[in-house]
């Protein structure tokens, strides 16, 4: 079955640096999500991708947040100078096509800590 | 502000025993409506979504109400297996084609043996 994977599975980082967290989709999906959850917290949205441009981002999502899609796999999160706040599990996820109903498949995330 | 609140739980219940649990959403433009599962430290997984007229799949089953905004998770016959942590999700076009999905914090449950 096909699935959203995600490297690494845990990064450690000292504060300040930058980190790239890596994801490659459902080979046919075209919408891509990041997300993030910080411990004992919801998960919430960070940006969605489409057509090699922002769809949409949250507040989260400032300018210390980046994404690419730099081949026809790979999608990443960058962040430029990461804070002791980034520390959370970063999720992927995928879908097919742009509607509301369908299922966005998640990637098993990547741990950051941030000391 | 969108938000998607949930029982808070946690949920102890003993094997073979029904559950419920409840959910509601603030933004009346939502349009799909979606259960996940979360098992500790892993990925949500899609549980079931929820319709209006309510759906069943085996043991579980979802209600929607739309009008007070309002859903809901039925676990019949709960298994050891069933433990886990059960979040509610909405998902609806902001007007920027993203589709991007509000989760509620979620309610943990605990089938004991």
């Known amino acids: 079955e096909p699935e959203v994977t995600q490297t690494p599975s845990h990064q450690v980082t000292q504060m300040g640096q930058e980190v790239i967290l890596r994801c490659v989709p459902i080979s046919n999906h075209l919408y891509f999500y990041w997300y993030r959850q910080i411990l004992g917290q919801k998960v919430e949205f960070l940006v969605s991708f489409y057509n090699n441009e922002i769809s949409e981002k949250s507040e989260i999502f400032d300018d210390q947040f980046s994404v690419e899609r730099p081949d026809g796999s790979n999608f990443t999160l960058k962040i430029r100078s990461t804070k002791l706040e980034d520390s959370a599990m970063y999720f992927c996820?995928?879908?097919?096509?742009?509607?509301?109903?369908?299922?966005?498949?998640f990637g098993p995330g990547t741990r950051l800590t941030v000391l | 502000r969108k938000e998607v609140e949930q029982d808070p739980g946690p949920f102890n219940v003993p094997e073979g025993a029904t559950v419920a649990f409840n959910c509601t959403y603030s933004?009346?433009?939502?349009?799909?409506f979606f259960w996940y599962r979360q098992d500790c430290r892993k990925e949500p997984k899609l549980l079931m979504s929820?319709?209006?007229s309510g759906n069943e799949d085996g043991r579980f089953t979802a209600q929607l109400n739309r009008a007070s905004q309002y859903i809901s998770l039925l676990i019949r016959d709960s298994k050891l297996s069933d433990s886990a942590t059960y979040l509610c999700v909405v998902n609806g076009d902001s007007g920027a084609g993203s589709y991007q999905l509000t989760f509620g914090k979620g309610t943990k449950l605990s089938v004991i043996p």
């Open positions: 996820a995928s879908t097919p096509r742009g509607t509301s109903g369908l299922e966005q498949f």
């Open positions: 933004n009346s433009a939502s349009q799909s």
């Open positions: 929820v319709y209006s």
